[in-house]
Every structure is written in structure tokens, then in C-alpha cells.
């Protein structure tokens, strides 16, 4: 076992290029690990300008000055952020309020419709077998609605942080998409003149990344919003609430899918 882990660790450090790339992950992951929370709207900073340097990039290439790309990208973002926080989260809130009212109605129609079911299908169940299945799952939807809905108070009680990543996250966007160049040249000082294999390591997490990132938030807007109007023309209730959770649902596959077909169902 340890001539085992010897050969590995020849054959993975022995070139200081890897060392090197190892000790700036490690050192990456450990700082997010031990101080994440309290430089968390740094980091969300950090990938909303990481996002719109993409934008940036593009009217740089047609021919427009980086600083005017800049502030037509961080106006955008800040127009879609304002339409989401004026606009959709005060009105996907309510429904989401009603939707927590109206559970306990659901749950006894629901349940009233099961119960039909040993009259027209005596074969397949009969009444003891579905109350033992109702009394196993449980149907007071009233209490689950309170405890979501005191969950979600709770989180959102702190007015001060709220106000922290409304008005520090946009400041520091703007300044991370301005002062790229110098950012990048003040952090790249305290790195070790020879690493060719971070650089390139970088470039093509860089292109696989950043290519997978962006194709998921234009995924999510577009689903979302196709599954709202759809939504909408079929009647349903909650429609923009709905239409939120099936958007942010590609962001697992398969099972993102599964999960918000209950309450779409519902």
C-alpha cells in the first residue's frame, strides 16, 4: 500500500508545476471552507461578473470600448434584478402564501377522491388498505404550510444582510467588470512566477465552465418563462409561482423535474 501511494505521488508531484496547481486549490478551497459565509457576497459578486464578462466580452469583439460594455452589461443585470426583486419575487411570494393556505383543502379533496376509490375498483383496494396507506402519509398539509412558512420568515428576517447584498453585490460587480485587468494583475503577483500548468488548467475550466454556466441561466429563463405561459393559458393557479419552480428545476436534472411535478400536479 505505501509503495502504492509512493508510485502515485511520483507520477502526480513530481513535476513542481503540479505542486504548485495543488497548492492553489487547496489553498482556494480552504479559505472557502473556513471564511465562505462571511465572504459570501464577495463570491456571488464574483460569479455575477464572471457571467456578464461573457456580454462584455462579445461587444468588445463588435467593436465597442470595454468601458461602454461594462456599463451596458452591469445596466442590464441591474434592470433584470430590479424586474425580479420589484416585479416577480412580491408576487411569487403571494402565491406562494396561498398555496400554503389552500394545502389543507387540497389534502381533503385529495383525500375524498381516494376514498372513491374502493367503490369503483373494490378489486384493486379496498377501504382498510387505503386509510392504513392516508394514515401513513400523513395528510395534515395544514402543518406543513406553517412550518414552511415560519422557515421562510426566519431566513429572510435579517433586513440588515439583505440590505448588505442589495447594495454591496451590484458596487462590487461593477468594479470587478471595470478594474478586470488590474484585479487580475494584483492577484496574479502573489502567484509563483512558473505555473504554465495552473494557466492552462484555468483556460479550460475557464471555457467548460463558463460555457456551462451561462447555457444554464439562459435554460432557466427560458423554461421558466415558457412554462409560465403555458401555465397561464391552461388556467392553472399559481402560474408564476409554478413557472419559477419548473425554471430553477434544470438546475438538477431528472430530479429537479420530478420533485416540481407535485405541485404542479397539485
Same mark, same amino acid.
Given at each position: +500500500?505505501?509503495k502504492?501511494?509512493? #508510485?502515485?505521488f511520483?507520477r502526480n508531484f513530481?513535476?513542481?508545476?503540479a %505542486?504548485i496547481?495543488?497548492?492553489?486549490?487547496l489553498?482556494?478551497?480552504?479559505s472557502i471552507?473556513?471564511?465562505?459565509s462571511?465572504?459570501m457576497?464577495?463570491?456571488?459578486?464574483?460569479v455575477?461578473?464572471?457571467?456578464?464578462?461573457?456580454?462584455?466580452?462579445? +461587444?468588445?469583439?463588435?467593436g465597442?470600448?470595454?468601458? %461602454?460594455?461594462v456599463?451596458?452589461s452591469f445596466?442590464?443585470?441591474?434592470?433584470?434584478?430590479?424586474?425580479?426583486?420589484i416585479?416577480?419575487?412580491?408576487?411569487?411570494g403571494?402565491q406562494?402564501?396561498?398555496?400554503?393556505?389552500?394545502?389543507?383543502? +387540497?389534502?381533503t379533496r385529495?383525500?375524498?377522491?381516494?376514498m372513491?376509490?374502493?367503490?369503483?375498483?373494490?378489486e384493486?383496494?379496498?377501504?382498510?388498505?387505503?386509510?392504513?396507506i392516508?394514515?401513513?402519509?400523513?395528510f395534515?398539509?395544514?402543518?406543513?404550510?406553517d412550518v414552511?412558512v415560519?422557515?421562510s420568515?426566519?431566513?429572510f428576517k435579517?433586513i440588515?444582510?439583505?440590505?448588505?447584498?442589495m447594495?454591496l453585490v451590484?458596487l462590487? %460587480?461593477f468594479?470587478?467588470?471595470?478594474?478586470?485587468q488590474?484585479i487580475?494583475?494584483?492577484f496574479?503577483?502573489?502567484l509563483?512566477?512558473? #505555473?504554465?500548468?495552473?494557466? #492552462?488548467?484555468?483556460l479550460e475550466?475557464?471555457g467548460?465552465?463558463?460555457a456551462?454556466?451561462?447555457?444554464? %441561466?439562459v435554460?432557466i429563463?427560458i423554461?421558466?418563462?415558457v412554462?409560465y405561459v403555458?401555465? +397561464?393559458?391552461f388556467?392553472?393557479n399559481y402560474?408564476?409561482?409554478l413557472g419559477v419552480f419548473?425554471g430553477?428545476?434544470?438546475?438538477?436534472?431528472y430530479?429537479?423535474?420530478t420533485?416540481v411535478?407535485?405541485p404542479?400536479?397539485l
Open positions: +500500500m505505501t502504492l501511494f509512493v #508510485r502515485w511520483r513530481s513535476n513542481p508545476q %505542486v496547481l495543488a497548492v492553489i486549490l489553498f482556494l478551497f480552504t471552507w473556513l471564511i465562505g462571511i465572504i457576497p464577495l463570491l456571488i459578486a464574483i455575477i461578473a464572471y457571467l456578464l464578462e461573457w456580454a462584455v466580452t462579445a +461587444m468588445q469583439k463588435g465597442i470600448p470595454r468601458p %461602454v460594455g456599463v451596458v445596466l442590464g443585470f441591474i434592470t433584470v434584478s430590479l424586474t425580479i426583486i416585479g416577480i419575487v412580491p408576487l411569487a403571494s406562494l402564501e396561498a398555496l400554503f393556505s389552500d394545502l389543507p383543502q +387540497m389534502a385529495i383525500k375524498t377522491l381516494l372513491t376509490l374502493p367503490e369503483k375498483y373494490p384493486f383496494v379496498t377501504a382498510e388498505q387505503l386509510n392504513n392516508l394514515n401513513q402519509f400523513n395534515n398539509f395544514a402543518n406543513i404550510g414552511l415560519s422557515f420568515l426566519e431566513g435579517n440588515v444582510s439583505i440590505l448588505i447584498y447594495i451590484p462590487l %460587480v468594479f470587478f467588470l471595470k478594474d478586470k488590474k487580475l494583475a494584483w496574479l503577483r502573489w509563483p512566477s512558473e #505555473r504554465e500548468l495552473s494557466t #492552462r488548467v484555468w475550466v475557464d467548460q465552465i463558463g456551462y454556466a451561462r447555457g444554464k %441561466v435554460e429563463f423554461v421558466g418563462d412554462s403555458a401555465f +397561464m393559458a388556467g392553472l402560474a408564476l409561482l419548473v430553477f428545476s434544470v438546475l438538477i436534472p430530479i429537479g423535474a420533485i411535478t407535485i404542479v400536479a
